[in-house]
């Protein structure tokens, strides 16, 4: 009897070591055999061999590559809309490398979700996730509409959850499984990255999914976007307030400042605040200690710029409520402020808040449309923004703000099992406030006498549009920051940066409440530079 049960128990372990060597040697075949995994609730919709291949550079082993891997598409509890050209459902992609590092990255959305993006963990100027050797996934944040702006999904309870969090929290369970079948074994390291709505993405897997990451890289998030939203309405409602009227009798609100005279802005705040970090550059690192007011350039004050470009009062003061952030009646920040940088004379300013001739800004489009179909709750397709009311409206924000903003601040399971928190944000982003994103850091815990230094940093970037552009070094690897930090220990004291609009130049970024002083030695290399 005993001769019988070991030899069954040969055969047993034979077989299960047989299956798992087949798992760990990755091929086309076993990639193939992952259709055959479909439930009613999950269906594998993709299980192709993807070659190595590079259609832009012509070939493997050049930046943006494609390396040999497996290209799996899935979707989890589809149903139709009832609207046309949208359906629910959270689609996922994982693309998993022949050569894995052992190692998973999330790869965040961006606007609305609502497509599904190539699953390669991008890194602008740097090898992709998918190229070091990661399996990336990614979702399409529970639906998919006409575009990523489109913000109908918003009239469905389980559509609109999924957006906030659920999405993400359920690809990450199926991504997890399709790397045990195919490789055998779940990820040694699991990592999450995103930038905007990818932000947002990051930051609320960190807090709601405390056990799944080991690092974390939130990029200008979208964390509170209820607030985000009800932001570009008031600054909407300011420039409207401003702006001339046009052919139709309406306002024009691309006529409410000129280029010339936001170009004058710019200008001002680099000559009053560009050398407070000991170099003039064109970039301003010390932003805090910038003391700036459009008044200062108002048509017949004392050093104000010609008729073209000086500010009348009211422009001035406009000027000034929106870099203040969304208030109410009582003088109360609904948001937080923005700080006072060159990104203002950029086109991306001013197609947020004033928009081109002919065209809509950002704030009368998209930011109307998410309040309407997504922030407001009901949905209200028909609400008048310009009516919005930051007294007495402010309640009809609260259900979605509570499943879709990542304000939670308490991080003690992630931050004590290991895990490493990495925000950035952009000084001149058009759309997030840096004042609201600081706050928050600033109240983060666990925190030491250095505050939460230990496992999270932030890093605020001059110059910087939303997730990249701008007079501003932005160009920077924090995939590889992250990995150091989580594995080795290294934690980022500064991330060394470049960028096509100052070409040549290196800096250092360095984590808040830090900033890059020039010290001594070329004023193009970032080694001339510390973080104080």
């Known amino acids: 009897m005993k001769k019988v049960i070991w030899a069954w128990l040969s055969l047993f372990l034979l077989g299960h070591a047989h299956a798992a060597t087949s798992r760990t040697d990755p091929g086309r075949e076993s990639c193939t055999a992952m259709a055959k995994l479909s439930t009613p609730q999950v269906q594998f919709q993709t299980a192709e061999w993807v070659a190595s291949a590079n259609a832009e550079s012509g070939g493997a082993g050049q930046p943006g590559a494609m390396p040999e891997h497996c290209l799996v598409r899935l979707m989890i509890d589809f149903r139709p809309s009832g609207l046309p050209d949208m359906s629910y459902g959270t689609g996922v992609e994982v693309r998993l490398p022949k050569d894995w590092n052992g190692r998973m990255l999330f790869q965040g959305g961006g606007g609305l979700d609502g497509t599904l993006p190539t699953a390669t963990g991008r890194v602008a100027g740097f090898p992709s996730a998918l190229e070091r050797g990661y399996a990336v996934v990614a979702t399409d944040g529970g639906h998919r509409g006409r575009s990523n702006v489109d913000s109908r ?165 406009a000027l000034e409520k929106i870099f203040s952030g969304a208030r109410n009646s009582r003088g109360e920040s609904l948001y937080g402020d923005f700080a006072w940088d060159t990104g203002i004379s950029l086109p991306a300013w001013r197609s947020m808040h004033l928009g081109n001739a002919g065209g809509t800004p950002g704030n009368a489009s998209l930011g109307a449309d998410v309040l309407r179909n997504y922030v407001l709750t009901p949905a209200d397709p028909a609400f008048d923004p310009l009516r919005f009311d930051f007294d007495r409206d402010m309640w009809r ?94 934690a980022p004291d500064s991330v060394l940066a470049t960028g096509d609009a100052f070409p040549g130049r290196s800096r250092p970024l360095c984590p808040y409440p830090q900033v890059a002083r020039y010290t001594a030695g070329r004023t193009e290399d970032a080694a001339s530079f510390s973080c104080r």
């Open 153 to 317: 999904f918003g009239a469905d309870q389980q559509a609109r959850l999924d957006f906030a969090y659920q999405a993400v929290a359920r690809a990450t369970q199926e991504a997890k499984f399709v790397l045990a079948e195919f490789y055998g074994r779940r990820p040694n390291r699991s990592y999450f990255m995103g930038c905007s709505t990818g932000g947002r993405e990051a930051m609320l897997a960190a807090q709601r999914l405390p056990l799944e990451f080991d690092g974390v890289v939130a990029g200008n998030p979208s964390w509170n976007l209820t607030r985000v939203v009800i932001n570009q309405i008031y600054s909407l409602q300011t420039v409207t307030g401003i702006a001339p009227q046009g052919a139709a009798g309406k306002p024009d609100l691309s006529r409410a400042i000129t280029d010339q005279q936001l170009k004058a802005v710019s200008d001002a705040v680099l000559k009053k605040c560009d050398t407070l970090d000991g170099l003039a550059d064109g970039m301003i690192n010390d932003f805090k200690a910038c003391r700036f007011t459009p008044a200062e350039l108002v048509c017949g004050s004392s050093g104000a710029p010609g008729k073209d470009q000086c500010l009348t009062a009211g422009q001035a003061d």
């Open 397 to 490: 924000t609260a259900e979605t703000a509570a499943m879709n903003d990542a304000n939670g601040t308490l991080h003690s399971t992630f931050a004590g099992r290991g895990g490493k928190l990495i925000v950035y944000h952009g000084l001149s982003d058009q759309a997030m406030s840096t004042g609201s994103l600081v706050d928050w850091y600033e109240k983060l815990s666990p925190r030491d006498d250095h505050g939460p230094q230990a496992w999270a940093r932030l890093f605020l970037i001059p110059g910087m549009t939303h997730c990249a552009g701008g007079q501003a070094t932005d160009r920077f690897d924090m995939l590889a920051a992250i990995q150091a930090w989580v594995e080795e220990g290294r």
